[in-house]
């Protein structure tokens, strides 16, 4: 009889660590969920920051004759914003009639 009662505590032992192990997995693959849609939101806000250069870059040529001369005069007269904590941009006049060279950067955690 005592056979039995040693083979129902390894049984209880073994779905123990067969649960142990489901949640592991659980939390694991619930993690990369999670690296993964802010890893495609990062690229998101990368794409809409690039098109609204651009955008403001073109729209200030179009109204003012010339390219914008920095970063700032976007900022101060066309309204752009971004988040700054994330995202190093780098902007480099050429000329007034030469459209700027635009870097855009992510920074690092």
Excluded: W
Aim: hydrophobic letters at 35%; glycine letters at 4%; aromatic letters at 14%.
């Amino acid at each position: 009889m005592a056979r039995f009662q040693y083979q129902k505590k390894q049984h209880n032992y073994r779905k123990f660590i067969l649960s142990v192990c489901a949640f592991l997995l659980i939390i694991i693959l619930f993690y990369q969920g999670i690296q993964s849609l802010s890893s495609s939101t990062l690229r998101r806000q990368k794409e809409s920051l690039e098109n609204a250069l651009n955008r403001n870059i073109t729209y200030c040529y179009a109204v003012e004759g010339a390219y914008p001369e920095s970063l700032d005069y976007l900022k101060d007269h066309y309204g752009l914003t971004y988040d700054e904590s994330r995202f190093y941009v780098d902007y480099r006049v050429s000329g007034a009639n030469i459209l700027p060279d635009v870097t855009i950067i992510e920074k690092g955690d």
